[in-house]
């Protein structure tokens, strides 16, 4: 996707330990992540008497040493008062335990962003690990790749502290006075199940999470927890709602660069998988394809098992897209494989 339309007023992400000022009070902390996603960007807003923190890191030993250099350093002045998080993915939530423990505030976030990461975190057992696998039966998994399955069953857990045991919970349309400014959530979909972003008219300035980034599409999945989600269209729905934004609102994603441009970002991703929608339909034949193979037209590239899991989920989110249309229809192939053919 051309990146011809948007501006990136800050080409230099800060350092580890370091912070950079992208508007009045709002300061850009980038972490590292052991993916292939390598970094995260985090938000410090100055609430006067204190810093209001926006997503937390991956939930390690690293993370947690980076967290305090930088108390002890360019955030030294004053305390945390604050932490909000965006959704319940381990970059974004994985500190949120220790660090609310630490300053002794709680935790803002969306209530289904909070008990879908408390499920992933104590629901660990023979029930949830076979539904897992039983989902990616489904998908056409062979044996090997179902014992994948269960060996990574745990990685979550692995990737997260203990999430706090309670919130204050936001919503679409809660307001939030920080810094005598007003940030209102804006409720996302499709990434998450109800991602929050953070928008402040007064400072022309989204928080976005990973509702909308500059080089890369965010993962829109079908999951076990879900198996018959659709959310490639509250996906779509979102981006029409940020275009409601102004266009030259600065942007501050959680991967790559803060941006400029969002009407023609939006407008990108949703050029991008109508492409996916129209290869997706075009692989359905009369006889019928498993969700498999529709993952190898839509990546060409190498994929690793944890990557294989992602593309899978991208996969089925097209192919539920067009059954909700009526483009297509599901049934199972005798061995309780779905296939999917055109309607």
Not at 44 to 49: I, S, V
Not at 273 to 300: N, P
């Amino acid at each position: 996707m051309s990146q011809a339309a948007l501006d990136f007023p800050f080409p230099t992400p800060p350092e580890a330990g370091a912070v950079t000022e992208v508007a009045l009070g709002i300061w850009w902390i980038r972490m590292k992540l052991p993916f292939a996603l390598d970094h995260i960007n985090l938000w410090a807003l100055d609430d006067g008497d204190g810093w209001v923190l926006v997503d937390t890191g991956v939930g390690n030993d690293e993370t947690w040493d980076t967290w305090q250099a930088l108390f002890a350093g360019p955030l030294a002045a004053k305390p945390v008062t604050g932490l909000i998080c965006t959704h319940f993915h381990p970059d974004h939530m994985g500190l949120a335990g220790p660090l609310t423990e630490k300053w002794g505030v709680r935790m803002q976030a969306t209530v289904g962003e909070w008990t879908f990461g408390r499920m992933l975190m104590l629901d660990q057992g023979p029930d949830y690990v076979e539904n897992q696998v039983e989902h990616y039966r489904r998908c056409a998994y062979d044996d090997d790749m179902l014992a994948g399955i269960r060996e990574r069953a745990g990685t979550y857990r692995s990737r997260i502290r203990p999430l706090p045991t309670a919130i204050t919970a936001i919503r679409h349309g809660s307001e939030l006075t920080i810094g005598g400014r007003t940030w209102r959530v804006l409720e996302g979909g499709g990434h998450s199940p109800e991602h929050a972003c953070l928008w402040c008219e007064d400072a022309n300035v989204l928080i976005s999470g990973d509702q909308i980034l500059p080089k890369i599409s965010p993962i829109i999945g079908v999951w076990p927890q879900e198996p018959d989600a659709t959310p490639l269209g509250d996906f779509l729905a979102a981006l029409e709602r940020l275009k409601q934004l102004p266009a030259d609102a600065l942007v501050l994603p959680s991967h790559n660069l803060p941006f400029t441009g969002l009407h023609a970002r939006a407008d990108q991703l949703q050029a991008h998988h109508q492409d996916r929608l129209d290869l997706t339909l075009e692989a359905c034949s009369a006889q019928g394809v498993t969700a498999r193979d529709v993952l190898k037209v839509l990546f060409k590239r190498p994929l690793d098992a944890q990557q294989t899991s992602f593309a899978i989920g991208e996969s089925l989110s097209h192919l539920h897209h067009l059954m909700e249309q009526g483009a297509i229809r599901r049934n199972d192939r005798g061995d309780g494989v779905w296939i999917y053919a055109k309607a």
